[in-house]
């Protein structure tokens, strides 16, 4: 998609395909489910507002023949988030690819480091807490943060998923928060475009979406990173061990139930 207009009966998106091929659709409504980067939320001049949490990451494709046996104590477990100190509550992620030795490792990284020559090896070492084979098939950088659009509607243009919302893939809420824009949306476009919807339905759907996306931010992702700054500032397994397995246990034990107990819901 390369640009969206609207007007006063309807709008018109111009997309281009792999051929180069122009293509112009005429429509009622467009709805933009293009991504953070969103073309369709441009054109509709919705801004786009961030936090605090911006963060450079790197992602590692790699792969490993001794990890399998390294982490062979943690049987049917195929993803793991690593936790260090000097990294203020933010998370490492490591997880498979496949079942055939190919893993991911995601990391923040300081505004320098954003390098692909760079040996980020000793990075992922770190991580697991021992050096073993890694053979890096690719190195990409991406920025963790969180961003909301000011509003999901304007006029016939509205946003949905990563166009409306974006942050770290904590807990997948991000395609699941999506999935819900699409099932709110969904059925109010329809009694718009068939007549049977009134007014201000349309207007709803922001309305009943947008504080979903807020309070997922907020209330649980910014919360965990925060939570985890802090017991990582509190309990230090080098200066008193049995104390900080004392506090990982719990903390291991209320974390599912946490996560089952968000439900973020509609007000009123």
């Known amino acids: 998609m390369e640009d969206v207009r609207q007007h006063e009966d309807g709008v018109r998106v111009r997309a281009r395909d792999a051929s180069g091929q122009v293509l112009e659709v005429d429509a009622e409504q467009a709805v933009g489910c293009d991504g953070s980067r969103s073309v369709l939320r441009e054109a509709a001049g919705i801004a786009q507002h961030g936090t605090d949490h911006e963060q450079p990451m790197v992602?590692?494709?790699?792969?490993?023949?001794?990890?399998?046996?390294?982490?062979?104590?943690?049987?049917?477990?195929?993803?793991?988030?690593?936790?260090?100190?000097?990294?203020?509550?933010y998370w490492q992620f490591l997880g498979r690819v496949d079942a055939a030795g190919t893993w991911f490792f995601h990391a923040p990284v300081g505004p320098g480091a954003q390098d692909r020559t760079t040996d980020f090896r000793p990075l992922l070492w770190r991580a697991v807490g021992e050096e073993f084979d890694v053979d890096v098939e690719h190195v990409g950088f991406w920025d963790m943060r969180f961003a909301l659009a000011e509003r999901y509607r304007?006029?016939?243009?509205?946003?949905?998923?990563d166009?409306?919302?974006?942050?770290?893939?904590?807990?997948?809420?991000?395609i699941n928060t999506g999935f819900e824009d699409a099932a709110n949306l969904a059925?109010?476009?329809?009694?718009?475009?068939?007549?049977?919807g009134g007014?201000?339905?349309?207007?709803s759907y922001d309305a009943e979406r947008r504080p979903v996306f807020a309070s997922t931010r907020d209330d649980f992702i910014a919360r965990s990173i925060q939570v985890d700054g802090e017991f990582l500032a509190t309990y230090d397994p080098d200066r008193d061990r049995p104390?900080?397995?004392?506090?990982?246990?719990?903390?291991?034990?209320?974390?599912?139930?946490?996560?089952?107990?968000?439900?973020?819901?509609?007000?009123?």
């Open 154 to 161: 304007q006029g016939r243009l509205l946003l949905a998923g």
């Open 163 to 174: 166009a409306a919302h974006s942050h770290p893939p904590y807990g997948g809420y991000g």
């Open 199 to 203: 007014p201000g339905l349309l207007d």
């Open 243 to 268: 104390a900080f397995e004392a506090a990982w246990a719990g903390r291991a034990a209320a974390a599912a139930a946490e996560v089952a107990g968000y439900e973020p819901h509609y007000e009123g």
């Open 187 to 196: 059925w109010k476009l329809a009694a718009t475009l068939q007549g049977w």
């Open 59 to 89: 992602l590692l494709v790699f792969r490993s023949n001794r990890l399998e046996d390294l982490v062979a104590r943690h049987p049917g477990t195929s993803f793991f988030n690593v936790l260090h100190p000097d990294l203020a509550g």
